[in-house]
């Protein structure tokens, strides 16, 4: 059955939405200016999405040390694509579809900054080098040219209280017994030497 109350258009949408502040338009650059550029040399934190050419859509996080993203020039940033699940699920979304949208988080700030524009895959020597965040080069490393970039303001941190030692759980399952009911090995000492092993070697 149709949900009567689903929105559809973009006017239903405008009705229950002002429309946005004049600031709120007014912050969106086409470049990656000064100020752009040190959020990203000070963030360890970065969230990739992508979309194949059906629509069907990936985030893919990815950290490293601050300044594990280099920015190029006013326009190009680069990402190492370090040691992951060798799924590639985001990566063959941009083979497909090079459209991306980033989100660049600070430890202990409220503010995000997000960065929308085009996707390519390199395995330039050049590019690579310098970009190791666990100890070895990366196989390959996403060049981002960017093509919408604002600071997004911090009232979902704020109502999250993300940074905030006190609000975040005190217990929650193992990551090996989450694995291990997901997988259905029914061994939660093998998923825990699993994990172990790949975060001491293979980061």
Known sequence: ????????????????????????VQKELDRLDRHCCDFIALSPFVLVASANG????????KGGPPGFVRVLDDHRLVIPDATGNRRLDGLQNMIENPHVGLVFL????????????????????????????????????????????????????????LWEPESWPEALPSAAEILSDHIGIGDVDASAAALADGYANHI
Do not use: F, W
Not at 54 to 61: E, K, L, T
Not at 134 to 159: D, F, N, S, W
């Open 54 to 61: 059906a629509g069907a859509c990936d985030v893919s996080p």
């Open 106 to 161: 600070m430890p202990g700030m409220g503010e995000t900054l997000r960065v929308n524009g085009t996707v390519e895959l390199t395995r330039d020597p050049e590019l690579l080098e310098g970009l190791e965040t666990g100890g070895r080069a990366p196989a390959l490393a996403l060049v981002v040219t960017a093509e919408q970039v604002y600071l997004h303001c911090a009232k979902c941190v704020i109502r999250s209280k």
């Open 1 to 24: 059955m149709a949900d009567e109350h689903a929105i559809t258009t973009v006017e239903e949408l405008r009705e229950l939405y002002p429309p946005p502040k004049e600031r709120s």
